[in-house]
């Protein structure tokens, strides 16, 4: 294994094909007689096949996946997991080695992996989120008050992965299967007794959490996203319930019920008879959140009551409603997963997310902010937040991005103007998309807001940014929305490096 990647286990504990084939439902065993043969390790991707593995060789959009196994098996992969089509072009390439057959093969990478691994997500602490906003943040919390008990604990997600406090390279908020279980066997390895993590609805519905055991389940909220993957918000909904709901469901649910879909979901989980905790701010609920004293330098104290009477005062260092919900959520999450709420509390008081709500001060007399907000409810509490901090004005620079929910884009621009005195509308990350196309509708979105702002359009983000800065006065509000944490920008294929933070910060020194 590459040092210093922590991806894998240094030590797996391995399977034989024939324990796979037991163990996950549709698996048989062919080609060359695997014997004894153990399996140390398992990926989908030819280039990271190391000795040992078993290499997942799924159909794909323009390729199958076994035309890549001579690769796999040349870096020392000793089995292959395919369907009957990749069987025979295995066969075609001759290459005589133990198959693993499963009729969607995609479908069981995550469970076929989990055994390779020795189920690892059982023996740890697991917990999952989702929801459209707050995922990120909640996790950090979580994150924060799990380490509150001394011992090691992991964290993947949107921003990162860290393993017993080492950042983990990784690229999807949920990995594939294959990847997810392999960072789960080196979480314990290195002694992480206790982890969270954010779950996708791609992952949910691609079922990239096969094979994964989830002690604790939360959910944040839903509103418009990725209504480019799916069709609907009925269909985004079922996704997200795949994690409370049927086959692989989480053993404890904690739900925010602030909103209807929240309310949905935990009415759900009741009914279905399933273990459930709820948590809200502005209801009725097993745990609320109220008595909220916000200050200036953007921390808020809060009261979190709970059944039999049970009070917690908590601080959490990040401004916003929103964000008390997130701390409540977390704080509670903690609880459920054998945290003492006092502990948790002490846990999360100091946490800061990278790119939420992120100041950046250079000496300015005006508050500059980069928040990843790239949802139109996101926008709406980030600015209704920064409203509450400043009795001066908002520019907000806002874009959206390509080969992405296209609906949404108007609503961007529409939230940005309704709230906002100044709204420059710039490019996010086109992908392959036409910038100006994007930008346009964007911009429509903006100005068919009566009374709204200000809208100008400057494709140049680093422009946009510095034009905002120098709108600026004493007391005014910058907003750089969209990107946050994120440090390229992606044109045409290309991800060029950009960072909000750097160019605000930088546009920020200009000035002065």
Known sequence: MPESTLSRPDHPRGATPAEVAAQVPGVTVAGADAGELRLTGATARAQEALPGDLFC??????????????????????AVLTDPDGA??????GHDVPVLLHDDP???LGPVA???????????????????????????????????????TGLIGTVGTRIAGVDVPTTLTTPEGTALQGLFASMVERGVTAA????????LAQNRTGGTRFAVGAFTNLSQDHLDYHPTMEDYFAAKSLLFLGPGACERAVICVDDEWGQRMAELRRAAGLALVTVATTGPADWTAGEVAAYSDGTQRFTLSGPDGQTFSAVVGLPGAYNVANAALALVIAHEAGVPLADAARGIGAVAVPGRVQRID????????????????????????????????????????GDRDRGKRPLMGEAAASAAELVIVTDDNPRTEDPAAIRAAVVAGARAVTGGGEVREIGDRRAAIAEAVTWAR?????????????????????????DDRDELAAALEARA
């Open 106 to 108: 995609r479908s069981v």
């Open 88 to 93: 025979a072009l295995l066969a075609e390439d």
């Open 57 to 78: 060789a799924v159909p794909g959009t323009a390729t199958h996946g076994a035309r890549f196994a001579t690769g796999a098996i040349e870096a020392g992969a000793v």
């Open 114 to 152: 989990a055994v390779v691994y020795g189920a690892p997500s059982t023996r740890m602490t697991l917990v999952g989120i989702t929801g459209t906003s707050g995922k990120t943040t909640t996790s950090y919390l979580v994150e924060a008050a799990l380490a509150a008990g001394g011992d090691p």
């Open 474 to 498: 004493t007391g005014d509000v910058v907003l750089v929305a969209g990107k946050g944490h994120e440090a390229g920008q992606e044109i045409n294929g290309v991800k060029h490096p950009f």
């Open 362 to 401: 250079r000496g300015q007399d005006f508050l500059a902010v980069v928040d990843y907000a790239h949802k139109p409810a996101a926008l709406d509490a980030v600015i209704a937040t920064l409203r509450g901090q400043t009795a001066g004005r908002i520019a907000v620079v806002v874009g959206a991005g």
């Open 196 to 203: 969270v993590m954010e779950v996708s609805s791609h992952a």
